[in-house]
């Protein structure tokens, strides 16, 4: 599950990619992961699936782009996305949601170095 993000902020924060630096774009649309590959009761999800369709989820981010070995990405937080996988019985948060760093948050991908290194 994830949730889409306005395009213009991954395309604000790829300005601040130094320019000796090519990055491949994301496969997907722009998105918050804040869930991956986590079973989830079939009737919980239902349930949460249709209160939370086309609904506007709040989060606030950090433009300083951080960069990893292979991802960039902007650190994400939202009390919302806590309450939605409190609500599926999940974990504040999981590795498949946590940025490539591992740090407390979630997180927009930017872009890869994916066969350029």
């Known amino acids: 599950m994830h949730v889409l993000v306005d395009p213009q902020i991954v395309e604000f924060a790829r300005w601040f990619v130094p320019k000796s630096v090519t990055l491949n774009r994301t496969r997907y649309d722009p998105h918050i992961t804040t869930m991956r590959k986590e079973e989830v009761d079939p009737l919980v999800w239902a349930a949460s699936f249709e209160v939370l369709q086309g609904r506007e989820i709040l989060f606030s981010y950090d433009s300083s782009v951080v960069a990893g070995d292979v991802y960039w ?3 994400v937080w939202s009390d ?3 309450h939605v996988r409190r609500s599926l ?3 504040d948060l ?3 949601c946590r940025p490539p760093d591992n740090e407390d948050c979630f997180h927009i991908t930017i872009g890869n170095l994916k066969g350029l290194t």
């Open 73 to 75: 990405w902007l650190r």
């Open 80 to 82: 919302e996305l806590v």
């Open 89 to 91: 019985g999940l974990a």
């Open 94 to 96: 999981s590795w498949g």
